[in-house]
Nanobody, 123 residues
Framework: QPQLVESGGGLVQAGGSLRLSCAASGLTFRNYAMAWFRQAPGQEREFVTVITRNGGTTTYDDSVKGRFTISRDNAKNTVYLLMNSLKPEDTAVYYC????????????????WGQGNQVTVSS
């Protein structure tokens, strides 16, 4: 059974940094595009960023472009999200997601999800 396990969230002051990790098991990791989504209280889940199977292409939502960096290590079956210059509006539960073969920015296109990891940015 495929499983995605996130770690690395927490509380940080505005302007600070956090790195999230998502470890995958039970699937052939190199066959999956990997993405991060987030959901703030009372809001819909929204796309943050995605990386292709070999890590050659990344896409970011405009709200995080230049501040967040997605990367992956296929030898470790892990995808990362480095978040710099954090803002209070980045506060949300962050989810990693896996989609077989091709990248997408729509949550319904993803096959597997992590449990979510809270990120809170204080002003």
């Amino acid at each position: 059974q495929p499983q995605l396990v996130e770690s690395g969230g927490g509380l940080v002051q505005a302007g600070g940094s956090l790195r999230l990790s998502c470890a995958a098991s039970g699937l052939t990791f190199r066959n999956y595009a990997m993405a991060w989504f987030r959901q703030a209280p009372g809001q819909e889940r929204e796309f943050v960023t995605v990386i292709t199977r070999n890590g050659g292409t990344t896409t970011y939502d405009d709200s995080v472009k230049g501040r967040f960096t997605i990367s992956r290590d296929n030898a470790k079956n892990t995808v990362y999200l480095l978040m710099n210059s954090l803002k209070p509006e980045d506060t949300a539960v962050y989810y990693c997601a896996a989609r077989r073969w091709f990248l997408a920015t729509v949550s319904n296109d993803y096959n597997y999800w992590g449990q979510g990891n809270q990120v809170t940015v204080s002003s």
